[in-house]
């Protein structure tokens, strides 16, 4: 067989072809006119980029949904307080009120006419 015979050599005996040296990096060019999403190096990790766009979604969601309970602890926090504070100038109240002194002060006042009793009571066996 000779050269000529042999199809794999038939190219070769033409003259040599010229290539050209492209560069296969990515240039901030093609990062903002979009091309970037075509270029195969990122084409290729597509998949991954998704699941880290996702990620940042859901991180974001996150620390939002986390600031909104924060605020809403806070605000219960102050009711709390408010009404704890509330509660134990209620109860002061109510115990200045029911003393067997201001007690009768109020029957008095109010004209009901009932008298204290003088006689202490007495236990019923």
């Given amino acids: 067989m000779t050269e000529q015979q042999v199809p794999e050599f038939d190219d070769v005996s033409g003259s040599p072809k010229v290539q050209t040296k492209e560069k296969k990096g990515v240039k901030a060019r093609d990062f903002l006119s979009g091309r970037i999403l075509t270029h195969?190096?990122?084409?290729?990790?597509?998949?991954?980029?998704?699941?880290?766009?996702?990620?940042?979604?859901?991180?974001?969601?996150?620390?939002?949904?986390?600031?909104?309970?924060?605020?809403?602890?806070q605000k219960l926090r102050k009711e709390v307080k408010n009404l704890r504070a509330e509660s134990i100038t209620t109860a002061a109240q109510f115990m200045s009120i029911s003393r067997q002194s201001e007690v009768v002060k109020l029957v008095e006042a109010k004209g009901l006419g009932l008298v204290e009793s003088k006689v202490p009571p007495k236990k019923i066996k």
Wanted: aromatic share 14%.
């Fill in 40 to 73: 195969e190096l990122v084409a290729g990790q597509m998949s991954f980029i998704v699941f880290l766009v996702v990620l940042a979604i859901i991180y974001i969601a996150n620390s939002y949904h986390y600031n909104s309970l924060l605020r809403t602890e």
